[in-house]
């Protein structure tokens, strides 16, 4: 079975050898972008040392936070190693700009499980945001995935003071937001509402294409240094990026008032910022190859996949209808053995902070969390998704999915397309 299940995954990926070639050659022009930000800040190796205690006019920061501007698009960013997740940055940057009576709108849907708890949709006397008096709505979809816009203009005759776009599809089963698609919504909230600040949860999505939301009106957005902005080598952090204003506003919120994005040290870790910064167009190029090969491979297998293989991606994230709990813990404990970090684990569904349902999660990757290197994992409800990112090679994707094929076989699970090869 594991000739067959290696048969099967090199015939996907020869199939996809066309799209693959594509998706490496967009690789330098992010590059590209990358290299001119680091020139145009006459980026030395004096910017990989810190300060201590304060950070005061540490240099080194400041040249990370320039430089990634510059990548992002925007007017001014914070790059800090303080930010423990993506969620951090987003719930700072949430807090540090709306106030009491303000009115929050997402436009994709409820948000990724960990911010609902931010937002005040699940638990009582943390601190959310409705406690603190912000309203919120949302609107839902339409049925292929995108923006409703008739909705959305309904939703902008009351007062607004921001509009939330996840980008990524999350946990969710639908399309990623495109880049395109975001520039137009901010257009039309900023023509409605002037004042309105359209917020974009950048996660899963940086350098996937060829602009990023700020390049496109978005005034805000957030981020974890732990998925593709990281290079998969950032040790920690996350970032906020877009109006200079807005920016200070989520870091006062971070550090405090009066302090803002002026504190912090770098811990001497500013060049593997830097170098992760570097290396992220290559890693986020085999990320998206494996990530059609994962959709190609379990289509192939008659599950269904969003997006399809060789699809426009927006983010990192396949999405997999396995069916059942006993296939996608199969799956999850597959990837985990090929994992390069804890392959001996096994990973068991269980409640993890800030999630609804219990998750099960497979991938042991170098820096904790760091799913952008390899994952998979789902919340573990109805009806059983499997989400797989990162990869920081299509040839560790492969073996996992040899693997995970290998595994489902064994177990009855799914019956391997005869390919011609044999056991």
């Not at 007017?75 to 009576?101: D, Y």
């Not at 732990?226 to 952090?237: C, H």
């Not at 709990?325 to 994992?339: D, I, N």
């Not at 693997?403 to 390919?419: G, I, K, M, V, W």
Request: hydrophobic share 45%; glycine share 10%.
């Amino acid at each position: 079975m594991r000739a067959r299940a290696r048969s099967l995954v090199a015939d996907v990926a020869l199939s996809q050898a066309s799209s693959a070639a594509l998706r490496t050659a967009a690789v330098e022009s992010r590059l590209q972008r990358v290299l001119a930000a680091m020139a145009e800040e006459r980026v030395g190796t004096q910017h990989f040392a810190s300060l201590t205690g304060y950070g005061h006019g540490d240099q080194g920061r400041d040249v990370v936070d320039r430089v990634f501007a510059r990548v992002l698009g925007a007017e001014a960013a914070a790059v800090r190693l303080q930010f423990v997740s993506g969620t951090h940055a987003i719930a700072a940057a949430l807090f540090g700009v709306l106030r009491p009576g303000d009115r929050l709108l997402s436009i994709t849907g409820r948000p990724y499980d960990t911010l609902e708890e931010v937002i005040g949709l699940r638990e009582q006397g943390q601190g959310s945001l409705a406690e603190f008096g912000v309203r919120y709505d949302e609107l839902e979809l339409t049925q292929d995935g995108g923006i409703n816009t008739a909705a959305l203009d309904q939703a902008l005759e009351v007062p607004t003071r921001m509009v939330l776009i996840q980008r990524s599809c999350g946990y969710s089963w639908r399309p990623s937001i495109s880049v395109a698609e975001i520039g137009r919504c901010c257009e039309r909230i900023h023509a409605s509402q002037p004042d309105c600040i359209c917020f974009v949860d950048n996660c899963y999505g940086e350098l996937v294409e060829e602009q990023e939301p700020p390049h496109v009106g978005a005034d805000l957005i957030a981020g974890s240094l732990i998925k593709n902005l990281g290079g998969t080598i950032a040790p920690a952090g996350g970032y906020v990026a877009g109006r200079s204003d807005l920016v200070e506003q989520a870091c006062c919120r971070l550090t405090a008032p009066g302090i803002g994005r002026e504190g912090g040290t770098g811990f001497d870790l500013q060049r593997l910022v830097l170098q992760g910064l570097f290396l992220a167009p290559q890693m986020v190029a085999e990320a998206l190859i494996g990530a059609d090969l994962v959709a190609g491979v379990f289509q192939r297998l008659g599950c269904a996949v969003q997006p399809a293989p060789g699809a426009f991606r927006s983010d990192l994230i396949q999405a997999v209808r396995l069916g059942s709990p006993e296939a996608l813990k199969v799956v999850c404990r597959a990837f985990q053995s090929m994992s390069p970090v804890g392959s001996y684990l096994d990973p068991v569904p269980a409640s993890m902070p800030g999630y609804a349902s219990d998750l099960v999660m497979a991938g042991g990757t170098f820096i904790d969390g760091s799913t952008s290197e390899f994952s998979a994992d789902a919340p573990l409800r109805e009806p059983f998704n499997l989400f797989v990112q990162g990869g920081t090679h299509r040839a560790h994707l492969s073996l996992a999915l040899q693997e995970a094929l290998a595994a489902l076989d064994a177990a009855e699970l799914r019956d391997l397309p005869q390919t011609g090869a044999s056991c």
